[in-house]
Protein backbone atom coordinates (compact mmCIF):
# COMPACT_ATOMS: atom_id res chain seq x y z
CA UNK A 1 0.00 0.00 0.00
CA UNK A 2 2.94 2.44 0.26
CA UNK A 3 2.33 4.66 -2.22
CA UNK A 4 -0.78 4.47 -3.39
CA UNK A 5 -3.71 7.22 -3.07
CA UNK A 6 -7.13 5.39 -2.79
CA UNK A 7 -10.15 7.70 -2.47
CA UNK A 8 -12.74 5.97 -0.64
CA UNK A 9 -16.53 7.03 -1.58
CA UNK A 10 -18.73 6.73 1.29
CA UNK A 11 -15.97 6.29 3.70
CA UNK A 12 -17.76 8.07 6.53
CA UNK A 13 -20.43 5.40 7.01
CA UNK A 14 -20.19 2.04 8.61
CA UNK A 15 -18.19 -0.12 6.46
CA UNK A 16 -16.31 3.11 5.30
CA UNK A 17 -15.13 3.30 8.80
CA UNK A 18 -13.73 -0.01 8.67
CA UNK A 19 -12.76 -0.03 5.06
CA UNK A 20 -10.38 3.61 5.94
CA UNK A 21 -8.84 1.75 9.01
CA UNK A 22 -7.46 -1.14 7.65
CA UNK A 23 -6.56 0.82 4.43
CA UNK A 24 -4.33 3.52 6.53
CA UNK A 25 -3.23 0.77 8.76
CA UNK A 26 -1.67 -0.48 5.22
CA UNK A 27 0.04 2.22 4.54
CA UNK A 28 -2.34 3.98 1.59
CA UNK A 29 -2.72 7.39 1.35
CA UNK A 30 -6.40 7.92 1.73
CA UNK A 31 -9.02 10.48 0.59
CA UNK A 32 -12.13 10.16 1.59
CA UNK A 33 -15.59 11.55 -0.37
CA UNK A 34 -18.89 11.85 1.18
CA UNK A 35 -21.74 13.86 2.88
CA UNK A 36 -20.15 14.44 6.48
CA UNK A 37 -16.19 14.34 7.47
CA UNK A 38 -15.28 10.94 9.34
CA UNK A 39 -15.16 9.83 12.48
CA UNK A 40 -11.64 8.97 12.67
CA UNK A 41 -8.37 10.41 14.87
CA UNK A 42 -6.21 10.35 11.79
CA UNK A 43 -5.35 13.94 10.46
CA UNK A 44 -3.76 12.87 7.22
CA UNK A 45 -7.10 11.50 5.84
CA UNK A 46 -8.32 13.88 3.26
CA UNK A 47 -11.94 15.06 3.11
CA UNK A 48 -13.81 16.41 -0.03
CA UNK A 49 -17.61 16.72 0.75
CA UNK A 50 -20.31 16.49 -1.90
CA UNK A 51 -23.06 14.72 -3.61
CA UNK A 52 -22.23 11.72 -5.81
CA UNK A 53 -24.89 12.23 -7.90
CA UNK A 54 -23.21 15.53 -9.11
CA UNK A 55 -21.59 14.29 -12.27
CA UNK A 56 -18.34 16.04 -11.75
CA UNK A 57 -18.09 15.79 -8.38
CA UNK A 58 -15.45 13.24 -8.49
CA UNK A 59 -13.33 14.24 -11.91
CA UNK A 60 -11.18 17.16 -10.12
CA UNK A 61 -10.48 15.19 -7.57
CA UNK A 62 -9.14 12.71 -9.06
CA UNK A 63 -7.31 14.76 -11.41
CA UNK A 64 -5.61 17.02 -9.03
CA UNK A 65 -4.52 15.03 -6.12
CA UNK A 66 -3.81 11.84 -8.40
CA UNK A 67 -5.72 8.84 -7.65
CA UNK A 68 -4.90 5.60 -8.40
CA UNK A 69 -8.10 4.05 -7.07
CA UNK A 70 -11.58 4.65 -6.05
CA UNK A 71 -13.33 2.24 -3.26
CA UNK A 72 -16.76 3.11 -3.97
CA UNK A 73 -18.86 2.41 -1.23
CA UNK A 74 -21.36 4.78 -1.07
CA UNK A 75 -24.89 3.66 -1.54
CA UNK A 76 -28.48 3.77 -0.05
CA UNK A 77 -28.85 0.04 1.74
CA UNK A 78 -31.25 -2.53 1.03
CA UNK A 79 -34.97 -1.49 2.70
CA UNK A 80 -34.18 2.39 2.54
CA UNK A 81 -33.91 1.39 -1.45
CA UNK A 82 -37.28 -0.58 -1.15
CA UNK A 83 -39.19 2.20 0.49
CA UNK A 84 -37.71 4.78 -2.00
CA UNK A 85 -36.86 3.25 -5.35
CA UNK A 86 -36.45 6.15 -7.35
CA UNK A 87 -33.84 8.15 -5.04
CA UNK A 88 -32.53 5.09 -4.54
CA UNK A 89 -31.53 4.04 -8.27
CA UNK A 90 -30.56 7.55 -8.35
CA UNK A 91 -28.02 7.42 -5.48
CA UNK A 92 -26.82 3.89 -6.35
CA UNK A 93 -26.94 3.51 -10.05
CA UNK A 94 -26.63 7.28 -11.31
CA UNK A 95 -23.38 7.11 -8.51
CA UNK A 96 -21.61 4.25 -9.65
CA UNK A 97 -22.26 5.95 -13.26
CA UNK A 98 -20.21 8.83 -12.24
CA UNK A 99 -17.44 6.75 -10.37
CA UNK A 100 -16.56 4.94 -13.38
CA UNK A 101 -16.54 7.91 -15.48
CA UNK A 102 -14.18 9.92 -13.22
CA UNK A 103 -12.14 6.13 -13.18
CA UNK A 104 -12.27 6.09 -16.99
CA UNK A 105 -11.19 9.61 -17.72
CA UNK A 106 -7.86 8.17 -15.30
CA UNK A 107 -7.98 4.63 -16.55
CA UNK A 108 -8.14 3.68 -12.39
CA UNK A 109 -8.97 0.75 -10.53
CA UNK A 110 -12.62 0.99 -8.78
CA UNK A 111 -13.08 -1.68 -5.42
CA UNK A 112 -17.31 -2.02 -5.83
CA UNK A 113 -19.05 -3.53 -3.32
CA UNK A 114 -21.84 -4.87 -4.31
CA UNK A 115 -24.67 -7.57 -3.09
CA UNK A 116 -25.58 -11.54 -2.94
CA UNK A 117 -28.98 -9.44 -3.46
CA UNK A 118 -27.72 -9.90 -7.28
CA UNK A 119 -28.91 -13.97 -6.61
CA UNK A 120 -32.20 -13.03 -6.03
CA UNK A 121 -34.51 -16.20 -4.48
CA UNK A 122 -32.41 -19.14 -4.77
CA UNK A 123 -33.10 -22.58 -4.56
CA UNK A 124 -31.10 -25.58 -2.18
CA UNK A 125 -27.61 -25.74 -4.15
CA UNK A 126 -24.05 -27.38 -3.53
CA UNK A 127 -23.00 -27.57 0.12
CA UNK A 128 -20.57 -24.86 -0.11
CA UNK A 129 -22.90 -22.12 -1.76
CA UNK A 130 -23.72 -20.19 -4.47
CA UNK A 131 -21.08 -19.30 -6.88
CA UNK A 132 -19.82 -16.23 -8.72
CA UNK A 133 -20.68 -18.29 -11.88
CA UNK A 134 -24.29 -19.21 -10.78
CA UNK A 135 -27.66 -17.42 -11.86
CA UNK A 136 -28.06 -14.28 -11.35
CA UNK A 137 -31.91 -12.77 -10.98
CA UNK A 138 -32.44 -10.13 -8.32
CA UNK A 139 -36.21 -9.56 -7.08
CA UNK A 140 -35.23 -6.37 -5.30
CA UNK A 141 -34.87 -2.92 -7.03
CA UNK A 142 -31.49 -3.02 -4.84
CA UNK A 143 -30.34 -6.27 -5.81
CA UNK A 144 -31.37 -4.90 -9.54
CA UNK A 145 -29.44 -1.99 -8.99
CA UNK A 146 -26.32 -3.41 -7.69
CA UNK A 147 -26.42 -6.21 -10.83
CA UNK A 148 -26.79 -3.41 -13.06
CA UNK A 149 -24.01 -0.98 -11.42
CA UNK A 150 -22.00 -4.64 -11.83
CA UNK A 151 -22.58 -4.66 -15.57
CA UNK A 152 -21.65 -0.98 -16.55
CA UNK A 153 -18.34 -1.70 -14.46
CA UNK A 154 -17.70 -4.81 -16.46
CA UNK A 155 -18.32 -2.71 -19.53
CA UNK A 156 -15.63 0.37 -18.55
CA UNK A 157 -13.50 -2.53 -18.01
CA UNK A 158 -13.83 -3.70 -21.47
CA UNK A 159 -14.42 -0.72 -23.47
CA UNK A 160 -12.34 1.75 -21.49
CA UNK A 161 -9.33 -0.02 -19.52
CA UNK A 162 -10.65 0.37 -16.43
CA UNK A 163 -9.64 -1.95 -13.22
CA UNK A 164 -13.10 -3.25 -11.99
CA UNK A 165 -13.31 -5.52 -9.20
CA UNK A 166 -17.30 -6.16 -7.75
CA UNK A 167 -17.36 -7.96 -4.03
CA UNK A 168 -20.53 -9.66 -3.46
CA UNK A 169 -21.28 -9.17 0.36
CA UNK A 170 -23.59 -11.03 2.47
CA UNK A 171 -24.98 -9.56 6.03
CA UNK A 172 -22.38 -7.14 6.86
CA UNK A 173 -22.35 -6.72 10.87
CA UNK A 174 -20.32 -4.90 13.28
CA UNK A 175 -20.39 -1.63 15.65
CA UNK A 176 -22.09 0.99 14.02
CA UNK A 177 -23.76 3.05 17.61
CA UNK A 178 -26.72 1.82 17.07
CA UNK A 179 -27.45 2.11 20.71
CA UNK A 180 -26.93 6.09 20.33
CA UNK A 181 -29.45 6.55 16.97
CA UNK A 182 -32.37 5.23 15.75
CA UNK A 183 -32.02 3.20 11.94
CA UNK A 184 -35.14 4.63 9.62
CA UNK A 185 -34.68 1.23 7.15
CA UNK A 186 -32.66 -1.29 9.44
CA UNK A 187 -31.79 -4.26 7.39
CA UNK A 188 -31.29 -7.61 8.55
CA UNK A 189 -27.91 -7.09 9.44
CA UNK A 190 -28.94 -4.68 11.50
CA UNK A 191 -31.11 -6.63 13.47
CA UNK A 192 -27.84 -8.57 14.25
CA UNK A 193 -26.12 -5.33 15.37
CA UNK A 194 -29.03 -4.55 17.17
CA UNK A 195 -29.32 -7.71 19.27
CA UNK A 196 -25.26 -6.98 20.15
CA UNK A 197 -25.24 -3.37 21.03
CA UNK A 198 -28.74 -2.53 22.82
CA UNK A 199 -28.33 -5.16 25.46
CA UNK A 200 -24.34 -4.61 26.30
CA UNK A 201 -26.60 -0.62 26.64
CA UNK A 202 -28.74 -1.66 28.75
CA UNK A 203 -32.05 -1.09 26.44
CA UNK A 204 -34.58 -3.70 25.27
CA UNK A 205 -34.28 -5.72 21.44
CA UNK A 206 -37.75 -6.63 19.96
CA UNK A 207 -37.39 -8.10 16.27
CA UNK A 208 -40.59 -9.21 14.64
CA UNK A 209 -39.25 -12.05 12.38
CA UNK A 210 -36.31 -13.54 11.18
CA UNK A 211 -35.03 -15.25 14.40
CA UNK A 212 -34.23 -18.83 12.96
CA UNK A 213 -33.52 -17.69 9.35
CA UNK A 214 -30.11 -18.38 8.44
CA UNK A 215 -27.90 -16.21 7.16
CA UNK A 216 -23.94 -15.67 5.78
CA UNK A 217 -23.59 -12.78 7.86
CA UNK A 218 -19.76 -11.45 7.37
CA UNK A 219 -18.27 -9.28 10.23
CA UNK A 220 -16.94 -5.91 8.85
CA UNK A 221 -13.18 -6.41 9.76
CA UNK A 222 -13.19 -9.25 7.10
CA UNK A 223 -15.20 -6.65 4.15
CA UNK A 224 -12.15 -4.15 5.28
CA UNK A 225 -9.68 -7.12 4.25
CA UNK A 226 -11.13 -7.97 1.79
CA UNK A 227 -11.23 -4.70 0.10
CA UNK A 228 -7.89 -3.87 1.27
CA UNK A 229 -6.78 -6.43 -0.85
CA UNK A 230 -8.57 -6.08 -3.16
CA UNK A 231 -6.65 -2.49 -4.27
CA UNK A 232 -3.77 -4.81 -4.41
CA UNK A 233 -4.27 -7.77 -6.10
CA UNK A 234 -2.78 -8.02 -9.25
CA UNK A 235 -3.57 -11.12 -12.34
CA UNK A 236 -6.61 -11.58 -11.41
CA UNK A 237 -8.54 -14.35 -13.34
CA UNK A 238 -11.98 -13.27 -11.84
CA UNK A 239 -13.39 -9.92 -11.29
CA UNK A 240 -16.54 -10.46 -9.69
CA UNK A 241 -16.06 -12.31 -5.47
CA UNK A 242 -18.16 -13.38 -2.85
CA UNK A 243 -17.28 -11.77 0.35
CA UNK A 244 -19.02 -13.68 3.06
CA UNK A 245 -18.01 -16.31 5.65
CA UNK A 246 -18.93 -19.18 4.50
CA UNK A 247 -21.24 -20.71 6.63
CA UNK A 248 -24.78 -19.88 7.92
CA UNK A 249 -25.62 -18.40 11.42
CA UNK A 250 -28.70 -17.06 13.21
CA UNK A 251 -30.22 -14.19 14.85
CA UNK A 252 -30.93 -16.51 18.39
CA UNK A 253 -27.07 -16.77 17.78
CA UNK A 254 -26.18 -13.73 17.89
CA UNK A 255 -28.92 -13.39 21.13
CA UNK A 256 -27.67 -16.53 22.79
CA UNK A 257 -23.88 -15.05 22.92
CA UNK A 258 -24.44 -11.73 23.90
CA UNK A 259 -26.60 -13.37 27.20
CA UNK A 260 -23.49 -14.84 28.01
CA UNK A 261 -21.80 -11.59 28.42
CA UNK A 262 -25.10 -10.12 30.01
CA UNK A 263 -27.68 -12.84 31.72
CA UNK A 264 -30.46 -9.67 32.37
CA UNK A 265 -30.68 -8.69 28.36
CA UNK A 266 -34.29 -8.13 27.39
CA UNK A 267 -34.56 -9.46 23.68
CA UNK A 268 -37.41 -11.15 21.92
CA UNK A 269 -36.44 -12.18 18.24
CA UNK A 270 -39.75 -13.81 16.06
CA UNK A 271 -39.35 -16.51 14.40
CA UNK A 272 -41.14 -16.28 11.34
CA UNK A 273 -39.07 -15.63 8.03
CA UNK A 274 -38.33 -12.05 7.14
CA UNK A 275 -39.37 -12.21 3.79
CA UNK A 276 -38.01 -9.38 2.50
CA UNK A 277 -34.89 -11.11 2.35
CA UNK A 278 -35.39 -14.47 0.08
CA UNK A 279 -31.46 -15.26 -0.10
CA UNK A 280 -28.89 -14.82 2.44
CA UNK A 281 -26.40 -17.48 1.71
CA UNK A 282 -24.43 -19.57 1.80
CA UNK A 283 -22.16 -18.67 -0.39
CA UNK A 284 -18.59 -19.66 -1.96
CA UNK A 285 -15.74 -17.74 -1.37
CA UNK A 286 -13.21 -19.72 -2.56
CA UNK A 287 -12.39 -17.57 -5.65
CA UNK A 288 -11.74 -14.60 -2.30
CA UNK A 289 -10.02 -16.85 -0.72
CA UNK A 290 -7.90 -18.20 -3.73
CA UNK A 291 -6.93 -15.23 -5.72
CA UNK A 292 -7.39 -12.41 -2.93
CA UNK A 293 -5.94 -14.40 -0.19
CA UNK A 294 -9.21 -13.63 1.98
CA UNK A 295 -9.48 -15.20 4.79
CA UNK A 296 -12.80 -15.11 7.21
CA UNK A 297 -12.00 -14.42 10.82
CA UNK A 298 -14.20 -17.53 12.66
CA UNK A 299 -17.69 -16.48 14.01
CA UNK A 300 -16.78 -16.48 17.94
CA UNK A 301 -13.43 -13.97 17.42
CA UNK A 302 -15.79 -12.04 15.65
CA UNK A 303 -18.14 -11.47 17.86
CA UNK A 304 -15.50 -11.15 20.90
CA UNK A 305 -13.91 -8.25 18.77
CA UNK A 306 -17.40 -6.65 18.34
CA UNK A 307 -18.66 -6.90 21.92
CA UNK A 308 -15.37 -5.22 23.16
CA UNK A 309 -15.66 -2.55 20.55
CA UNK A 310 -18.90 -1.93 21.64
CA UNK A 311 -18.31 -1.76 25.31
CA UNK A 312 -14.97 0.57 24.74
CA UNK A 313 -17.57 2.81 22.55
CA UNK A 314 -16.93 2.38 19.15
CA UNK A 315 -12.77 2.75 19.69
CA UNK A 316 -11.17 0.20 16.81
CA UNK A 317 -9.28 -2.71 18.30
Do not use: W
Request: aromatic letters at 8%; a negative charge; proline letters at 5%.
Amino acid sequence: MKGRRILVTGGTGFIGRFAMEALANAGAELLCFGRRPPETNREEILFFQGDLTDPGALVPIVRDKEVDTIVHLAGFGTTRVQSNPQPGVMVNVMGTSNVLEAARMAKLRVIFTSSIAVYGKVGPRRASGVGEDDEVNPVTVYGAGKLLCEKIGQAYAQNYGVMFVALRLTAVYGFTNLAGREVEHPTFSDHAKRVIELPLSGKPVLVETGGRQPCDFVYVKDVAQAIAKACTAEHLEHRVFNIGSGELRTLKDFEQIVRHYKTDVDVTIGEEPNLAYPFMGPVDISLAIDELGYKPTPFLECIHDYIAITQNKGALS
